[in-house]
Structures are given as structure tokens and as C-alpha cells.
């Protein structure tokens, strides 16, 4: 069956630093690949969807790569900000999600 | 806007009681799904539907059940709750087809308590 990792818990930036956050996963290459915001006690929000026959997605700050040789997804956060604090979750389709990577932005 | 929303925030529960949870979607999505999440094991899928009356299991149905009357509302029974069954749990919806169909809109989520 399908895997996908965060390959990590949680990281800490300085603001004004760009962020990266990793997803890989293994077996067949995903049709797409999503990335979503959830904040403590909240659902997660939708951010952006990344096909396979795309490389790169951007929206406004956020930047999404994905590379189906290597199986992996990076997610970038540039000049981030505190605001930008969160837990973010990668996400393969309806029933693989990754556990997050908790994100901490220090002002 | 999108909106999914969730009939309680908090809920607390008794051993052995059945329990309701209900979602509603204003964006006439056809797919509809209910998953639980726990710290360190991320988002299950529990049930999801795909249409008005119907439903398929996800990867942890054991002790749920679901029922969809009408296309807005999706709901998740406990039919006889127990403390493993503690845990936040998230509707969310999408709609077939077209450019945003893969995208997942979720509900506030309830922490549900079972005591």
C-alpha cells in the first residue's frame, strides 16, 4: 500500500528565512500531490495541489515542487512569519495523509 | 466560501453511549467523509460517501457506522461509544470533477471525550 512521510516532526525558523518542508512517499507516483495548514484544534485548510506532470506550483509566498523520480515532494514557505506558524500536512489522496511537520516561525 | 461545518466542538461521552456526529456542506459537493485524528498517527479515513445513501468503509470502520439522507449532511454514529474512540474527529468534503476536485474542505473537527 501507498506510504508518505513528513520527514520531520517539527522545525523551528528564524522569520524572514525560508522554510522547507519534505513529503516522500513510496510505491506508484500519485496522479497529484496536496499540501494543507492546520492550526491547533482547527481542520486543515486546503493549500495547493501539484500534479504529476507539473514541477512546481506557487502561490503568492508558497512554493510546491514534486519530483516523481525521486518520490518526494518539498513544500517552501519564503520569508515566513510567525503568522506562518502551523502544523502542515502533505497528502496523496483521500485516505493517505502524512502525519504533519509542525512548523515554528521565531520572530 | 466553502463551508463544512460541525455540529459540536466538544463533546463528552459515557462509556457504551451512542453517539452523533453530524456534518453539513453548503457547496453541493458529491463526496463526503469522516476520518479521526490522533497525535502520532496522523489522519484515518473512517467512512466516505460519494453519493446521497451511499458509503464505503475507509481504512478504520470498525464501531461506526454513517448515514447520508441528503447530499448536505453526512453523519458519523457511534453505535456504543468506548474510551479508544476518544479523539478529534473531521468531516470533510469535495466535489467531482473539474479543476478543484481532488481539493479537501474539512469541518472545524470535535474533540470527542469518552469517559
Known amino acids: 500500500s501507498q506510504k508518505i512521510e513528513q520527514n520531520s516532526e517539527a522545525l523551528n525558523i528564524q522569520e524572514g528565512k525560508t522554510a522547507t518542508l519534505t513529503c516522500n512517499y513510496t510505491n506508484y507516483s500519485p496522479a497529484y500531490l496536496q499540501w494543507y495548514r492546520q492550526d491547533p484544534g482547527r481542520g486543515p485548510v486546503f493549500l495547493l495541489l501539484i500534479r504529476e506532470n507539473e514541477k512546481e506550483k506557487r502561490k503568492e509566498r508558497l512554493k510546491v515542487t514534486f519530483d516523481t523520480t525521486l518520490k518526494q515532494s518539498l513544500f517552501h514557505i519564503t520569508a515566513s512569519q510567525p503568522a506562518d506558524s502551523a502544523t502542515y500536512l502533505c497528502a496523496l489522496d483521500s485516505r493517505t495523509f502524512g502525519i504533519g511537520t509542525k512548523l515554528q516561525v521565531i520572530p | ?115
Open chain 2, 1 to 115: 466560501d466553502v463551508k463544512v461545518t460541525q455540529s459540536s466542538r466538544y463533546l463528552v461521552k459515557r462509556t457504551g453511549e451512542k453517539v452523533f456526529l453530524e456534518c453539513v456542506q453548503d457547496m453541493d459537493h458529491e463526496n463526503m467523509f469522516w476520518y479521526r485524528q490522533d497525535p502520532g498517527l496522523g489522519l484515518r479515513l473512517i467512512y466516505f460517501s460519494y453519493d446521497v445513501k451511499m458509503k464505503e468503509k475507509g481504512d478504520i470502520p470498525e464501531g461506526y457506522s454513517v448515514s447520508r439522507e441528503k447530499k448536505e449532511r453526512f453523519s458519523l454514529i457511534l453505535e456504543s461509544a468506548s474510551t479508544n474512540q476518544t479523539s478529534m474527529y473531521l468531516c470533510a468534503s469535495t466535489k467531482v470533477g473539474g479543476r478543484y476536485s481532488y481539493e479537501q474542505y474539512f469541518g472545524p473537527g470535535t474533540r470527542l471525550t469518552v469517559t
